[in-house]
C-alpha cells in the first residue's frame, strides 16, 4: 500500500530525437575535362587527381563504371589513394541500366556468350543480366573490404517506361546489387504522374531500394523528373542528384558537357542546403552529387554546399573565366 504522503512515481517515456543524418557532398566523376583544365592545379599528374579531390570532399560517383567493368586492381588503387573515411558511388554499367551497350564494353568472357542486334548492341537475356551483376559486384569487392563502398546508381533508360515496361523486371537485378547498396534514378517522368507515383514509391519501399531524388530544369518533358519530389524510400541512404536547372541544355545538348552546362547561384546553392538538411532529418545518410559537369561548374558548386551546409569555411577561389 502506498504510504501516505509518499510520492507517486512513474515512467515517463521520453520520444528520443532521431540524430541527422550525416551528408556527403561530391561530383560524378573526378576527372572531367573541365575539371582537369581549370579545377585542378595546373600541371598536376593524373594519379594525384584522386588524393587531391579527396582532400575537398568525402565522396564521389564513379562515371566510368557505366561504360565498362572496372578492373579490380584499378579500384584496388582507388581505395589506397584515399583517406579512410572517403566514399565512392559506382554507377552500374549501362546494360544493365537498360541503356544501348556495344559489345566491346563487357569483359571479354561475356562477349563470347553474348547477343547482339544488327547494329552491334548487346541483347539484355536474364542470363546475361546475372552475370554482368556478378562480375559488376566482384568488381566492387575492394571497396567493400575497405569500408568504402557507398552504393551502386541504377541510372535507367528513359525509355524504360510505365507504358513499356514494369517495375518487377528490376527486381532479380536489385536482389544482385542489394548486398552492397543499391540507388536507382528514372529518367521517365511517367513514373511519377498521377496514380502512378503511388505505385512507384510502393515499390521501391517494398524493395527496401532508394528512389534518387533530383535538381533538374522546371520542364514537364517526359526525360525531366520532377524536383519537387523528396519521397524517402529507404531511410538507411537518399540519394541527391543536382542535374543544374537549363532546360534548352538539357533537352537539347549534344554531350555531356552541353547538357549539363549549369553554374549555380549562390542562393539556389542556399535552396539545396535547405533541402539536404530536411532530407537528413528522414535518412541515416544522405548523398548529394553535383552532375553539372560543364567546365569547373561541379566541384565549386559542391563546395559552395559544403560551406553551406557548414562542413568547410570555404572553397579554393575559381580561375578567372576569359570567356564571360
Same mark, same amino acid.
Given at each position: 500500500?502506498?504510504?501516505?504522503?509518499?510520492?507517486?512515481?512513474?515512467?515517463?517515456?521520453?520520444?528520443?530525437?532521431?540524430? *541527422?543524418?550525416?551528408?556527403?557532398?561530391?561530383?560524378?566523376?573526378?576527372?572531367?575535362?573541365?575539371?582537369?583544365?581549370?579545377?585542378?592545379?595546373?600541371?598536376?599528374?593524373?594519379?594525384?587527381?584522386?588524393?587531391?579531390?579527396?582532400?575537398?570532399?568525402?565522396? =564521389?560517383?564513379?562515371?566510368?563504371?557505366?561504360?565498362? $567493368?572496372?578492373?579490380?586492381?584499378?579500384?584496388?588503387?582507388?581505395?589506397?589513394?584515399?583517406?579512410?573515411?572517403?566514399?565512392?558511388?559506382?554507377?552500374?554499367?549501362?546494360?544493365?541500366?537498360?541503356?544501348?551497350?556495344?559489345?566491346?564494353?563487357?569483359?571479354?568472357?561475356?562477349?563470347?556468350?553474348?547477343? $547482339?542486334?544488327?547494329?552491334?548492341? =548487346?541483347?539484355?537475356?536474364?542470363?546475361?543480366?546475372?552475370?554482368?551483376?556478378?562480375?559488376? $559486384?566482384?568488381?566492387?569487392? *575492394?571497396?567493400?573490404?575497405?569500408?568504402?563502398?557507398?552504393?551502386?546508381?541504377?541510372?535507367?533508360?528513359?525509355?524504360?517506361?510505365?507504358?513499356?515496361?514494369?517495375?518487377?523486371?528490376?527486381?532479380?537485378?536489385?536482389?544482385?546489387?542489394?548486398?552492397?547498396?543499391?540507388?536507382?534514378e528514372l529518367r521517365n517522368r511517367s513514373w511519377t504522374e498521377n496514380d502512378q507515383l503511388e505505385r512507384t514509391l510502393d515499390f521501391f519501399r517494398k524493395q527496401k531500394t532508394t528512389l534518387a531524388l533530383v535538381d533538374a530544369p522546371n520542364e514537364k518533358h517526359f526525360t525531366i523528373m520532377p524536383s519537387e519530389l523528396n519521397a524517402v524510400t529507404n531511410p538507411r541512404l537518399t540519394y541527391l542528384r543536382l542535374h543544374g536547372r537549363n532546360p534548352a541544355a538539357y533537352l537539347r545538348g549534344k554531350t555531356v558537357a552541353e547538357r549539363f552546362y549549369y553554374d549555380y547561384s549562390d542562393d539556389e546553392i542556399s535552396e539545396v542546403a535547405q533541402r539536404a538538411r530536411k532530407l537528413a532529418a528522414e535518412s541515416d545518410a544522405v548523398h548529394i552529387i553535383f552532375n553539372n559537369n560543364a567546365l569547373d561548374f561541379a566541384p565549386h558548386a559542391a563546395l559552395r554546399l559544403r560551406a553551406a551546409l557548414g562542413q568547410i569555411a570555404q572553397g579554393p577561389p575559381r580561375q578567372a573565366d576569359l570567356f564571360r
Open positions: 500500500m502506498q504510504r501516505a504522503g509518499a510520492v507517486l512515481c512513474c515512467r515517463v517515456k521520453t520520444k528520443i530525437e532521431k540524430k *541527422p543524418a550525416k551528408i556527403l557532398v561530391g561530383t560524378a566523376s573526378w576527372s572531367d575535362p573541365g575539371f582537369v583544365e581549370r579545377w585542378y592545379p595546373t600541371g598536376m599528374a593524373a594519379a594525384e587527381r584522386l588524393p587531391w579531390y579527396a582532400q575537398h570532399f568525402d565522396l =564521389v560517383e564513379v562515371n566510368s563504371s557505366f561504360y565498362a $567493368v572496372l578492373a579490380v586492381k584499378m579500384v584496388e588503387r582507388w581505395a589506397r589513394a584515399t583517406p579512410n573515411e572517403f566514399v565512392f558511388d559506382l554507377k552500374v554499367h549501362r546494360l544493365l541500366s537498360r541503356h544501348a551497350a556495344p559489345l566491346k564494353s563487357l569483359p571479354p568472357a561475356l562477349q563470347r556468350i553474348a547477343e $547482339v542486334t544488327g547494329k552491334g548492341n =548487346v541483347i539484355l537475356t536474364e542470363k546475361l543480366e546475372r552475370a554482368l551483376a556478378d562480375e559488376v $559486384v566482384a568488381a566492387a569487392q *575492394p571497396l567493400r573490404a575497405a569500408g568504402k563502398m557507398g552504393s551502386f546508381l541504377l541510372q535507367l533508360s528513359p525509355a524504360f517506361s510505365p507504358r513499356k515496361h514494369e517495375l518487377a523486371e528490376l527486381e532479380a537485378l536489385l536482389a544482385k546489387l542489394a548486398s552492397l547498396g543499391v540507388v536507382v
